[in-house]
Nanobody, 122 residues
Framework: VQLQASGGGLVQAGDSLRLSCKAS????????VGWFRQAPGKEREFVAA????????DYADSVKDRFTISRDNAKNTVYPQMNSLKPEDTSVYYC????????????????WGQGTLVTVSS
């Protein structure tokens, strides 16, 4: 599975942004997709994840009620809608995939995209 993350950019605090993660290659069926982020000097952290048929969704506490993750399996694409962005959301955002349900630890995800930078100015 190859993953292509896109949609990052520079926004102001309070703005919204929608990222995309498009999968290609082998069948994407039954794969969960997760989003992680890593700010400079910090460890990679879990943001959100969604199972294949969206029956299982999880969010980090820091983004709950602001971010919404969804997927369009016909397009092999997962979208995190990020609202009410804060300067502390500034990070490189990575999407990842694996076929063992929704997991929050990055070590459980086998496929990774290249990352897209989100910068939120105050």
């Amino acid at each position: 599975v190859q993953l292509q993350a896109s949609g990052g950019g520079l926004v102001q605090a309070g703005d919204s942004l929608r990222l995309s993660c498009k999968a290609s290659g082998r069948s994407f069926r039954n794969y969960s997709v997760g989003w992680f982020r890593q700010a400079p000097g910090k460890e990679r952290e879990f943001v959100a994840a969604i199972s294949w048929v969206a029956t299982s969704i999880d969010y980090a506490d820091s983004v709950k009620d602001r971010f919404t993750i969804s997927r369009d399996n016909a397009k092999n694409t997962v979208y995190p809608q990020m609202n009410s962005l804060k300067p502390e959301d500034t990070s490189v955002y990575y999407c990842a995939a694996q076929n063992s349900g929704v997991r929050t630890e990055s070590r459980n995800w086998g496929y990774w995209g290249q990352g897209t930078l989100v910068t939120v100015s105050s």
